[in-house]
Protein backbone atom coordinates (compact mmCIF):
# COMPACT_ATOMS: atom_id res chain seq x y z
CA UNK A 1 0.00 0.00 0.00
CA UNK A 2 1.40 3.65 -1.14
CA UNK A 3 0.59 6.25 1.16
CA UNK A 4 -0.39 9.46 0.04
CA UNK A 5 1.96 12.06 -0.81
CA UNK A 6 1.61 15.30 0.37
CA UNK A 7 0.39 17.98 -2.18
CA UNK A 8 3.78 20.39 -3.31
CA UNK A 9 3.80 23.62 -2.39
CA UNK A 10 3.45 25.53 -5.19
CA UNK A 11 6.24 28.86 -4.95
CA UNK A 12 4.16 32.43 -4.86
CA UNK A 13 5.34 34.40 -7.96
CA UNK A 14 4.30 37.80 -8.32
CA UNK A 15 4.73 40.44 -11.20
CA UNK A 16 7.34 42.47 -9.20
CA UNK A 17 9.66 39.28 -8.96
CA UNK A 18 9.13 39.03 -12.97
CA UNK A 19 10.15 42.69 -13.30
CA UNK A 20 13.28 42.31 -11.22
CA UNK A 21 14.93 40.09 -13.06
CA UNK A 22 15.87 41.91 -16.44
CA UNK A 23 16.59 38.84 -18.91
CA UNK A 24 13.05 38.18 -18.18
CA UNK A 25 11.33 40.87 -19.50
CA UNK A 26 14.21 43.02 -21.37
CA UNK A 27 14.73 40.29 -24.46
CA UNK A 28 11.48 40.31 -25.95
CA UNK A 29 10.86 44.32 -25.42
CA UNK A 30 13.70 44.92 -27.07
CA UNK A 31 12.49 42.61 -30.17
CA UNK A 32 9.28 44.07 -30.20
CA UNK A 33 10.96 47.45 -30.28
CA UNK A 34 13.27 46.54 -32.82
CA UNK A 35 10.29 44.46 -35.56
CA UNK A 36 7.92 47.01 -35.33
CA UNK A 37 10.65 50.41 -36.04
CA UNK A 38 12.20 48.16 -38.97
CA UNK A 39 8.28 47.57 -39.83
CA UNK A 40 7.91 51.60 -40.23
CA UNK A 41 10.86 52.22 -42.05
CA UNK A 42 9.56 49.68 -44.53
CA UNK A 43 6.64 50.97 -44.71
CA UNK A 44 7.60 54.61 -45.35
CA UNK A 45 10.35 53.64 -47.84
CA UNK A 46 7.33 51.91 -50.18
CA UNK A 47 5.15 55.33 -49.18
CA UNK A 48 8.43 58.03 -50.68
CA UNK A 49 8.99 56.47 -53.95
CA UNK A 50 6.23 53.97 -55.29
CA UNK A 51 7.56 53.70 -58.36
CA UNK A 52 10.96 52.78 -57.22
CA UNK A 53 9.63 49.53 -56.03
CA UNK A 54 7.34 48.85 -58.81
CA UNK A 55 8.15 45.39 -60.18
CA UNK A 56 5.54 43.99 -62.62
CA UNK A 57 2.53 46.05 -62.89
CA UNK A 58 0.52 44.41 -65.77
CA UNK A 59 -0.29 47.12 -69.01
CA UNK A 60 -1.48 46.39 -72.33
CA UNK A 61 -0.49 48.27 -75.10
CA UNK A 62 -2.22 48.03 -78.13
CA UNK A 63 -0.74 49.33 -81.49
CA UNK A 64 -3.15 49.63 -84.28
CA UNK A 65 -0.62 52.56 -86.51
CA UNK A 66 -1.10 51.63 -89.94
CA UNK A 67 1.86 53.30 -91.26
CA UNK A 68 2.51 55.37 -94.08
CA UNK A 69 4.62 55.39 -97.17
CA UNK A 70 7.05 58.83 -97.60
CA UNK A 71 9.13 59.48 -100.16
CA UNK A 72 12.28 58.01 -98.54
CA UNK A 73 10.38 54.48 -97.55
CA UNK A 74 8.08 52.92 -94.99
CA UNK A 75 7.62 54.66 -91.81
CA UNK A 76 5.65 53.92 -88.86
CA UNK A 77 5.57 55.68 -85.55
CA UNK A 78 3.36 53.55 -83.52
CA UNK A 79 6.20 50.80 -83.77
CA UNK A 80 8.74 52.77 -82.67
CA UNK A 81 6.43 53.41 -79.58
CA UNK A 82 6.12 49.63 -79.08
CA UNK A 83 9.65 49.30 -79.26
CA UNK A 84 10.91 52.13 -77.08
CA UNK A 85 8.66 50.93 -74.83
CA UNK A 86 9.65 47.31 -74.91
CA UNK A 87 13.80 48.40 -74.78
CA UNK A 88 13.46 50.69 -72.41
CA UNK A 89 14.43 48.78 -68.91
CA UNK A 90 13.06 52.06 -66.75
CA UNK A 91 9.93 50.69 -67.79
CA UNK A 92 9.94 47.18 -68.75
CA UNK A 93 11.60 46.97 -64.58
CA UNK A 94 8.62 48.49 -63.73
CA UNK A 95 5.66 47.35 -66.12
CA UNK A 96 4.76 44.28 -67.01
CA UNK A 97 3.90 45.05 -70.57
CA UNK A 98 1.32 42.75 -73.02
CA UNK A 99 0.79 43.65 -76.77
CA UNK A 100 -2.80 42.89 -77.45
CA UNK A 101 -5.58 43.75 -79.58
CA UNK A 102 -7.85 46.60 -78.90
CA UNK A 103 -10.45 43.98 -77.76
CA UNK A 104 -8.12 41.73 -75.52
CA UNK A 105 -7.13 44.80 -73.94
CA UNK A 106 -10.97 44.98 -72.69
CA UNK A 107 -11.04 42.02 -71.50
CA UNK A 108 -7.61 41.94 -69.68
CA UNK A 109 -8.61 45.08 -68.20
CA UNK A 110 -12.76 43.90 -67.34
CA UNK A 111 -11.35 41.22 -65.01
CA UNK A 112 -9.06 43.13 -63.83
CA UNK A 113 -5.95 41.78 -65.07
CA UNK A 114 -4.21 45.09 -66.84
CA UNK A 115 -4.61 48.41 -64.46
CA UNK A 116 -4.04 50.48 -68.12
CA UNK A 117 -3.68 50.21 -71.66
CA UNK A 118 -1.45 52.78 -73.98
CA UNK A 119 -3.70 52.58 -77.27
CA UNK A 120 -1.65 54.45 -80.30
CA UNK A 121 -4.14 55.37 -82.92
CA UNK A 122 -4.64 54.02 -86.47
CA UNK A 123 -3.93 57.40 -87.98
CA UNK A 124 -0.69 57.97 -85.93
CA UNK A 125 1.92 58.16 -88.49
CA UNK A 126 -0.09 60.04 -90.77
CA UNK A 127 -0.83 62.58 -88.03
CA UNK A 128 2.64 63.03 -87.29
CA UNK A 129 3.92 63.71 -90.93
CA UNK A 130 1.12 65.89 -91.28
CA UNK A 131 2.67 68.33 -88.54
CA UNK A 132 5.51 69.78 -90.98
CA UNK A 133 1.99 71.23 -92.99
CA UNK A 134 0.06 71.64 -90.47
CA UNK A 135 -2.75 73.93 -89.87
CA UNK A 136 -4.40 75.09 -86.69
CA UNK A 137 -7.17 72.62 -87.60
CA UNK A 138 -5.14 69.15 -88.04
CA UNK A 139 -5.26 66.74 -85.34
CA UNK A 140 -2.20 66.77 -83.01
CA UNK A 141 -1.00 63.44 -82.71
CA UNK A 142 -1.73 61.75 -79.62
CA UNK A 143 -1.58 58.62 -77.61
CA UNK A 144 -4.35 57.45 -75.53
CA UNK A 145 -4.29 56.24 -71.51
CA UNK A 146 -6.77 54.25 -71.00
CA UNK A 147 -6.81 53.54 -67.21
CA UNK A 148 -9.01 50.94 -64.98
CA UNK A 149 -9.88 52.41 -62.29
CA UNK A 150 -12.17 49.26 -61.11
CA UNK A 151 -8.81 47.63 -60.26
CA UNK A 152 -7.46 49.78 -58.17
CA UNK A 153 -6.63 53.51 -58.21
CA UNK A 154 -2.83 52.82 -56.14
CA UNK A 155 -2.18 50.62 -59.16
CA UNK A 156 -3.63 53.34 -61.98
CA UNK A 157 -2.02 55.78 -60.50
CA UNK A 158 1.38 54.06 -60.38
CA UNK A 159 1.14 52.75 -63.79
CA UNK A 160 0.19 56.89 -64.91
CA UNK A 161 3.52 57.43 -63.01
CA UNK A 162 5.69 55.30 -65.09
CA UNK A 163 3.58 55.81 -68.55
CA UNK A 164 2.97 59.23 -68.99
CA UNK A 165 6.63 60.55 -68.68
CA UNK A 166 7.81 58.01 -71.13
CA UNK A 167 4.99 58.62 -73.32
CA UNK A 168 5.66 62.04 -73.50
Known sequence: MTTPKAPLASPSLRASDLLSKRPTWVLPAASAGIVVALMTLLYF????????????????LVDQDSGATTGTGRLDVGRQIVSGLDSSSQITSRLAITIESLAEAHAQMDKGAAFATVLIPANFTSSVLALGGRDDSSPLPSVTLLTNVR??????????????????
Not at 151 to 168: C, D, H, K, T, W
Open 151 to 168: AGSIGVSLAEGVLEPALA
Open 45 to 60: GTIVDPTAHLRGLPVA
